[in-house]
T-cell receptor, first 111, second 112 residues
Framework: DAGVIQSPRHEVTEMGQEVTLRCKPISGHDYLFWYRQTMMRGLELLIYFNNNVPIDDSGMPEDRFSAKMPNASFSTLKIQPSEPRDSAVYFC?????????FGSGTQLSVL | GENVEQHPSTLSVQEGDSAVIKCTYSDSASNYFPWYKQELGKGPQLIIDIRSNVGEKKDQRIAVTLNKTAKHFSLHITETQPEDSAVYFCAASGEGAQKLVFGQGTRLTINP
């Protein structure tokens, strides 16, 4: 298996622009997670899905952030409008039990 | 909710020596405790995990111990090698819970 696949690997955008991050989970995994990693706050859980349904979005920082999972093999995390404080590494992870498998992340820089 | 504290934030050891990283958790209902290793430019990777019905688990040079009474668990790496240099994260979650809460991470450096 190719593992969790995220795109793009790097994203540089200007404040106010819309940003869309993409994730393909491991086939057969029924949970998908979006995490954000920063030096100050470490690894934060933003939202997670079970069988494509959002279960807990309490970590989503603001209404500017939204996530979707239209099918079992694809999820997006959208930030609109983006702000410099959104700069971070965003990870997608999937699991079929409690063991999480992470993607390589998207390094987002908002100028 | 669960809170996980991890110490130290940085650790430097000589190649061949042992390294120990410690974590405490707050929720006595937590029963699953994984450790992740994150190398530069990559996502965290699970290296070992332990459940609350076990006190210790080993996998080659890596071991994890759990003290449920004190609510702390530790990662032990013996005979350290340069490739062990990375950031290590502990985490905890409760019964049937998918929501892992991570510690702040420990940057381990192995000096040749």
């Amino acid at each position: 298996d190719a593992g969790v696949i995220q795109s793009p690997r790097h994203e540089v955008t200007e404040m106010g622009q819309e940003v869309t991050l993409r994730c393909k989970p491991i086939s057969g995994h029924d949970y998908l997670f979006w995490y954000r990693q920063t030096m100050m706050r470490g690894l934060e859980l933003l939202i997670y899905f079970n069988n494509n349904v959002p279960i807990d979005d309490s970590g989503m920082p603001e209404d500017r952030f939204s996530a979707k999972m239209p099918n079992a093999s694809f999820s997006t995390l959208k930030i609109q409008p983006s702000e410099p404080r959104d700069s971070a590494v965003y990870f997608c992870a999937s699991s079929s039990g409690q063991k999480l498998f992470f993607g390589s992340g998207t390094q987002l820089s908002v100028l | 909710g669960e809170n996980v504290e991890q110490h130290p934030s940085t650790l430097s050891v000589q190649e061949g020596d042992s390294a120990v990283i410690k974590c405490t958790y707050s929720d006595s209902a937590s029963n699953y405790f994984p450790w992740y290793k994150q190398e530069l430019g990559k996502g965290p990777q699970l290296i070992i995990d332990i459940r609350s019905n076990v006190g210790e688990k080993k996998d080659q040079r890596i071991a994890v111990t759990l003290n449920k009474t004190a609510k702390h668990f530790s990662l032990h790496i013996t005979e350290t090698q340069p490739e062990d240099s990375a950031v290590y994260f502990c985490a905890a979650s409760g019964e049937g819970a998918q929501k892992l809460v991570f510690g702040q991470g420990t940057r381990l450096t192995i000096n040749p």
